[in-house]
Structures are given as structure tokens and as C-alpha cells.
């Protein structure tokens, strides 16, 4: 810790500039809304040894943080740079000093300062140097801090100013509160439009992490992070997922996977909320499917369970089966999907009941199950037979059609 009565001797020397210019350089990687605020051309043999600076913003436009600054006031070889902030410094009554504060001044207490500060438009900062020997000095050039900038409604582009302080700050900053010459100034034209704050991650998963009882025709849903305006989807079985499983970009909250999910098996996704200005990377989140083929959230699934759990039900086993084809299969000449062997089925399983075809099998050239049949996934009111005329009426319109019917059976939501 430095003496109060150190600090006050080396500050009150006079400040001498020389060539010494500010910048100030907008971020392009990134966060677009920080603006580095530059020194450069210092004299190594006459440093200044503190000096103060207006930072202002076209309003609405408003400064809202300061950072990357020198945290302590000492320049060493360790740590080099410009640091003593004369107004915020905490000091005992012994005169050592407790904490070198940060280069805002004191919007309340310092003069010249009111209505200045984070949250406003402008800011005024004071900087100074303290160290022992040249090979301690600061370097001649450098970044003095950062600042942030928030549009606060602002469409359009904006200026950024840094000019030297004006005000007299008690013979600290300055011996008689008049400029040096020649003036420190520096402006800088903001046309981009302000980058919003990146978004939060993305919450609320559905199905529900770490779930198991996903159906596999679940869709995936999430509650979108504050300032997403578009979500990256990844989706798939690998832990993590993969950029090979990226499923793209969306602005909705739902995402469906093609055709159903295995069954009895785990998936891993994420979603990335994006938007202009960066992308948040989501958590990744699991879900395993169930055990069950043919989804719970299926009207038929009552009759699908009834009827001995079929496998030629399921999408994931036999795809066209709720649209006439009963063994999965394309006749090898014709490339008919539905064709004779199907018919060969539903002729064996015509006019019974499921009592009548539990077990049976049927077809020419491949056997099959007669429950295969049973396109509609419905029995017969008054009969109560599983393969019957809505079944044929079925087969009927995809029969002998080249090309396969829809895959996904969408007709039965499955």
C-alpha cells in the first residue's frame, strides 16, 4: 500500500502530454456494443502522470458499464498501465491508501460530475500513474478501458466523444483545471445498428429431462431464452449431440423429428438460442423413449394393445402398413407396394374376428400375420371383425399404385 502523501506528490507534478492521442474502436468480434477506449504515442521519458476524460453518447443512447481498466493503482513490470482513479480512491486516516476504487467519478460528490455516471449518457473518468524506476513506467501505448453501450431505443447510428476533462478536481487531476495542450480528443461514428444482449439458454425441455416414457412420435418443445430470436436444433443419439446432427435453425419453440423414434432408446438435443448479435449454447438435455411401437397419444393404441401388440402396426416396423400393405414389402417385378401377397392376407383374415386370426398367418409369397390386415386399425361395430370392408376400401385406394403411399401413415397420426 501506497501513502496518501505519496500519491498526492507524484499526481500534483504537472501534467505534460506531448504527443500523447485516445481512440476509440469499436468491438467487431462479438459483443458490437463495447468500445475500447485507447492511448497511444506517450512520451517514455515525460509520461503523464494523471489526466481525466468526458465520455459522452448521443442520447437515448446510454453508458451502462466501464471495465477492462488497470485495478490497482501501482504501474509495475508485472502489471503496466495507467490505474490511479483520484476519484474513488478509500484512504485511511494514516494516509494508506485501502482501495484505488474505478475511474468513474463521483456523480454525486465531485464537481463537474452531476448527472454524469453508468445508466446516463455520459461519463467522466480520471486515470493516473504511480510507479518507481523506468522499467516500471507504463507502456506508451495501450487500452485504457472498455465501455458498453446500451441503444435504449436508438435505430439509428450514433457518436461516441471522449474530450478532456474541463473541470477543476481539487489540484489532484489537475494543478489549475485548465486543458494542456495539445487537447485530448477523440470521437468515433457508431453506424451499426446497437447488438442486443445475448440471449438466455433455452428452458422447460419437452419431454421433460431425463424422462423415460417419451412416445416416439413426440414432439420436442421448449420455453425460448429472453432476446432469442431464432433457435438452433440439435438433435440425435450421440452425447452430445454433433454438429453431424444439427437439424437447423427455427424460429418456433417446436420441433418435430421426421417419422417416429426408435423405441426403448435414449436421445440427447440442445437448442441454441440465437440472435444478431450471438448465440447462447444451450444444456443438453435426454429423453428415451418408450418400450411401446405404436404412441401412447394414438387413438388406436387401446385396440393396438388388444390386439396383441402387432409390430406390422408400427411405423418404425412396417411404414405403409395403415395404407393397405400388409407385409412391407414391394412386389420384386411390379414395385407395387400394394399388390397380391397383401391381398393374399386380407382374404385369409376376411370376416374374423380377432379370436379367429390370434396367431394365424397368411400370404403367397411372404407370411405374414392376418392381423396385418387390419389396415383401419378398427373392428367392425356389429360384427366385431378386425378385417372387413374399411379394410378393403383401404387396399382398394393404394392398390397396384407405383411409388410408395406415405410413409409416415399420417392418416393415423402415427
Same mark, same amino acid.
Given at each position: 500500500m501506497k501513502k496518501l502523501i505519496l500519491v498526492l506528490a507524484i499526481l500534483l507534478a504537472t501534467p505534460v502530454f506531448g504527443a500523447l492521442s485516445i481512440s476509440l474502436v469499436q468491438h467487431t468480434v462479438g459483443d458490437t456494443n463495447l468500445i475500447d477506449l485507447n492511448y497511444a504515442g506517450a512520451d517514455p521519458c515525460n509520461l503523464p502522470r494523471a489526466f481525466g476524460l468526458n465520455v459522452e453518447v448521443n442520447t437515448p443512447v446510454l453508458i451502462t458499464a466501464v471495465s477492462g481498466y488497470k485495478t490497482d493503482g501501482e504501474s509495475t513490470a508485472a502489471s503496466k498501465g495507467f490505474g490511479i482513479f483520484p476519484a474513488k480512491i478509500v484512504i485511511e486516516a494514516n494516509g494508506n491508501v485501502l482501495s484505488w476504487g474505478t475511474p468513474l467519478a463521483d456523480e454525486v460528490n465531485d464537481p463537474g460530475a452531476a448527472g454524469t455516471g453508468l445508466g446516463t449518457s455520459k461519463v467522466v473518468l480520471e486515470f493516473g500513474s504511480l510507479y518507481f524506476g523506468d522499467t516500471n513506467a507504463p507502456a506508451t501505448s495501450g487500452t485504457l478501458c472498455t465501455l458498453k453501450v446500451a441503444c435504449n431505443g436508438s435505430t439509428s447510428a450514433f457518436n461516441v466523444t471522449a474530450t478532456e476533462e474541463d473541470t477543476y478536481r481539487g489540484g489532484i487531476v489537475y494543478e489549475d483545471g485548465t486543458a494542456p495542450s495539445p487537447n485530448l480528443s477523440a470521437a468515433l461514428l457508431v453506424s451499426t445498428l446497437c447488438a442486443p444482449p445475448c440471449p438466455s439458454k433455452a428452458t422447460t425441455p419437452g419431454p421433460a429431462n431425463g424422462s423415460t416414457t417419451a412416445t416416439v412420435d413426440a414432439n420436442l418443445t421448449w420455453t425460448a431464452g429472453t432476446n432469442a430470436t431464432s433457435h438452433d436444433v440439435y438433435f440425435g443419439t450421440a452425447n452430445p449431440p454433433t454438429a453431424a446432427e444439427f437439424k437447423g435453425n427455427q424460429a418456433g419453440t417446436l420441433y418435430n423429428p421426421p417419422g417416429n423414434m426408435n423405441v426403448s432408446t435414449t436421445y440427447y438435443w440442445r437448442i441454441d438460442e440465437r440472435n444478431s448479435g450471438c448465440v447462447t449454447a444451450g444444456d443438453v438435455w435426454s429423453f428415451t423413449t418408450d418400450a411401446n411401437c405404436f404412441p401412447r397419444?394414438?387413438?388406436?393404441? @387401446?385396440?393396438?394393445?388388444?390386439?396383441?401388440?402387432?409390430?406390422?402396426?408400427?411405423?418404425? %416396423?412396417?411404414? %405403409?402398413?395403415?395404407?393397405?400393405? *400388409?407385409?412391407?414389402?414391394?412386389?420384386?417385378?411390379?414395385?407395387?407396394?400394394?399388390?397380391?401377397?397383401?391381398? *393374399?392376407?386380407?382374404?385369409?383374415?376376411?370376416?374374423?374376428?380377432?379370436?379367429?386370426?390370434?396367431?394365424?398367418?397368411?400370404?403367397?409369397?411372404?407370411?405374414?400375420?392376418?392381423?396385418? @390386415? +387390419?389396415?383401419?386399425?378398427? @373392428?367392425?361395430?356389429?360384427?366385431?371383425? %378386425?378385417?372387413?370392408?374399411? +379394410?378393403?376400401?383401404?387396399?382398394?385406394?393404394?392398390?397396384?399404385?407405383?411409388?410408395?403411399?406415405?410413409?409416415?401413415? *399420417?392418416?393415423?397420426?402415427?
Open positions: 397419444a394414438n387413438p388406436k393404441f @387401446a385396440d393396438w394393445v388388444l390386439v396383441g401388440k402387432p409390430s406390422c402396426w408400427c411405423s418404425l %416396423r412396417v411404414p %405403409r402398413q395403415c395404407y393397405g400393405d *400388409a407385409d412391407g414389402k414391394a412386389e420384386t417385378k411390379s414395385n407395387y407396394w400394394v399388390y397380391t401377397n397383401d391381398l *393374399a392376407v386380407l382374404s385369409a383374415a376376411w370376416q374374423k374376428t380377432f379370436t379367429q386370426i390370434k396367431g394365424k398367418t397368411g400370404g403367397t409369397t411372404t407370411v405374414v400375420q392376418q392381423i396385418c @390386415a +387390419d389396415f383401419d386399425h378398427t @373392428a367392425e361395430t356389429k360384427s366385431n371383425y %378386425r378385417v372387413y370392408t374399411g +379394410d378393403l376400401a383401404v387396399m382398394s385406394a393404394n392398390w397396384q399404385k407405383a411409388g410408395k403411399p406415405d410413409a409416415n401413415c *399420417a392418416v393415423f397420426g402415427h
